[in-house]
């Protein structure tokens, strides 16, 4: 499946699942533009990825950091093809397994402001480039929880519900330019994140949530993207895409 000739930003990209994504997005053809608030990180996966990528600092939750990048993608590049809004805050078990009534503002609002903020201003940005070209693919990475509802982890599924809805407004508000927005809901991804993050009694009870009985892996998940972003789903849009071992069934 060929991605020649487009230019892909994927943010947070530098470990895990974003550099999978990152990875196969590039296997597959595109110029390719990874985002970290390391710069060390950024060398890496430059390193590791090996094709057409160039590496960005952002921290997509502050608005000066973004406007610096903003700038050096416009020296750099006449367009941008596709957004794959990927950054968020790190999972923090202090939080997740926190009830409603016990999470404060601050909690809330940290979440907030690198998933569902850092998002939607990146997002704002990008559009004004794909509206020039009359043409573009922006994909949220969501999970789950956000469609469902869950025991744990409000503050996460909250600002992953609002990403929903920001792909809806996309898709319906420039549909017409032939920009196209995709939502990518995860279940449960074995990432390294979540290799150190859960005990072995959790990563097992994990794994049989789902009706496959097996953890996600992170190359499922950017092969479909890939497939997402490539001209194969040219009238597709708005949708919801659920990658989770049939878990969630809608």
């Given at each position: 499946?060929?991605?020649?000739?487009?230019?892909?930003?994927?943010?947070?990209s530098?470990?895990g699942?974003?550099?999978?994504?990152?990875?196969e997005?590039?296997?597959?053809?595109a110029?390719l533009?990874?985002?970290?608030?390391?710069?060390?990180?950024?060398?890496?996966?430059?390193?590791l990825?090996?094709?057409?990528?160039?590496?960005?600092?952002?921290?997509?939750?502050k608005?000066?950091?973004?406007t610096?990048?903003?700038?050096?993608?416009?020296?750099?590049?006449?367009a941008?093809d596709?957004?794959?809004?990927?950054?968020?805050?790190?999972?923090?078990r202090k939080?997740?397994?926190?009830?409603?009534?016990?999470?404060?503002?601050?909690?809330?609002?940290?979440?907030?402001?690198?998933?569902?903020?850092?998002?939607?201003?990146?997002t704002k940005?990008?559009?004004?480039?794909m509206?020039?070209?009359?043409?573009?693919v922006?994909?949220?990475?969501?999970s789950t929880?956000?469609?469902?509802?869950?025991?744990?982890?409000?503050?996460?599924?909250?600002?992953?519900?609002?990403l929903i809805?920001?792909?809806?407004?996309?898709?319906?508000?420039?549909?017409?330019?032939?920009?196209?927005?995709?939502?990518?809901?995860?279940?449960?991804?074995?990432?390294?994140?979540?290799?150190?993050?859960?005990s072995k009694t959790?990563?097992?009870?994990?794994?049989?949530?789902?009706?496959?009985?097996?953890w996600g892996?992170p190359?499922?998940?950017?092969?479909?993207?890939v497939?997402?972003?490539?001209?194969?789903?040219?009238f597709?849009?708005?949708?919801?895409?659920?990658?989770?071992?049939?878990?969630?069934?809608?």
């Open positions: 499946m060929s991605l020649d000739g487009k230019i892909v930003i994927v943010t947070g530098t470990r699942l974003g550099l999978e994504i990152a990875r997005i590039a296997r597959n053809g110029t533009i990874i985002t970290s608030r390391n710069k060390s990180k950024l060398k890496e996966a430059c390193k990825i090996d094709r057409d990528c160039y590496g960005f600092q952002l921290d997509v939750s608005r000066g950091s973004l610096a990048f903003i700038k050096n993608i416009l020296k750099e590049f006449k941008v596709v957004l794959i809004n990927n950054a968020g805050f790190p999972f923090e939080i997740w397994f926190k009830k409603i009534h016990d999470i404060s503002q601050k909690e809330l609002m940290n979440i907030l402001q690198v998933d569902l903020i850092g998002s939607f201003l990146m940005e990008i559009l004004k480039l509206i020039k070209k009359r043409n573009g922006i994909i949220n990475i969501t929880p956000a469609i469902s509802g869950h025991i744990c982890g409000s503050p996460y599924s909250i600002a992953k519900a609002g809805s920001l792909t809806k407004h996309i898709a319906s508000e420039y549909g017409q330019s032939n920009i196209r927005s995709y939502s990518v809901a995860l279940g449960n991804i074995y990432t390294d994140s979540m290799r150190v993050s859960l959790e990563i097992v009870k994990a794994k049989n949530e789902n009706i496959m009985k097996r892996r190359e499922e998940v950017a092969k479909t993207i497939c997402l972003v490539s001209d194969n789903f040219s597709s849009t708005g949708n919801t895409i659920i990658i989770d071992g049939g878990k969630v069934i809608i």
